[in-house]
DNA sequence: CTGATATGCTTGAGCAGTCAAGGAGGTGGC
DNA sequence: GCCACCTCCTTGACTGCTCAAGCATATCAG
């Protein structure tokens, strides 16, 4: 098998170890899973911390079905609501409730600390950390909102 | 946001966006998904091309209820077959039909082409490779056997 | 104004995995 | 020999996504 396979392999496997991990902590502690965070902290992101779903959707990787589901239960608890554009009848904005807000910033703090937690044992060195986020951002496409390091 | 963390949701995109790709590639030319067929490349690495079926499961990272799901289509269309242990009544294999193993050595070349165009553009060096499937290796677990690098 | 086409979103059906429960078989204490 | 307990595996119910279809709204050509 080639390098390259074999990083590819190990790629998969990696994320499903990472994201059972963010899952459990996310989960029991905030009651949501890593994806709902994603999405929070996504829209946290934005610019009057609301965005076109469809939009969202092509922020996060998924379809415009994809976002329908996974928001549903972020509405129902209250930490986000939907508007509407007064311009496009088409359009609905998902937008972060002030509830929202105040807990993304509890659960962020929660996933820097397992983030922390998963990159320190065994030592990560901060170069290491950078250079696989470098080398993962030529393999995902964009993704994420530019990120430089932070030297 | 911490490196570390940026370098966690950048892990869980790539893979959607590596899975995407090569579930359609397999799928088109095999009529395989990615787990299918990193399950049937796992068991063609096992000695006799067989397993027991909580043993895969542990090798892929599965559960094994996963594993049940997973294999049902492999023996429906005949590249796996289920074979029963004398001693322990308890115990079932799943083992790779003359068929399975004959497939697989084209879905593997494919497996190849397709990693071999990921890595490709924009060009990716040995290194590069080598780095980042280490560095992935720390953070999933054992899961593949043991790979040394082709350097 | 009307009809054709494009866009934004939701919904139904399906797939791949999870967990919890349960059945069938094996093992050890007494 | 028997009963308690353990292991292997499957099944039912659920989650979180996908695709395909559909509805509502917008836009553009004539």
Chains 1, 2 share one sequence.
Do not use: C, N
Not at 86 to 101: I, K, P
Not at 122 to 135: F, H, N, R, V
């Amino acid at each position: 098998m080639s390098d390259a396979l074999d990083a590819s392999l190990r790629l998969a496997r990696a994320q499903t170890a990472l994201v059972k991990r963010f899952d459990a902590s996310l989960g029991g502690l905030h009651g949501v899973s890593l994806a709902d965070f994603t999405t929070l902290l996504r829209l946290g992101q934005a610019p009057g911390s609301r965005m076109r779903r469809v939009d969202l959707a092509e922020a996060l990787g998924l379809t415009a079905s994809g976002v329908t589901r996974g928001l549903a239960p972020l509405e129902r608890i209250g930490l986000v609501t939907r508007e509407t554009d007064a311009r496009d009848g088409r359009v609905a904005y998902a937008a972060l409730t002030d509830t929202g807000r105040a807990r993304l910033t509890d659960m962020l703090a929660t996933a820097e600390q397992i983030a922390a937690e998963i990159f320190a044992a065994p030592p990560w060195s901060k170069e290491d950390i950078g250079q696989m986020s470098a080398l993962l951002t030529r393999l995902g496409g964009t993704g994420l909102p530019g990120h430089t390091s932070t030297p």
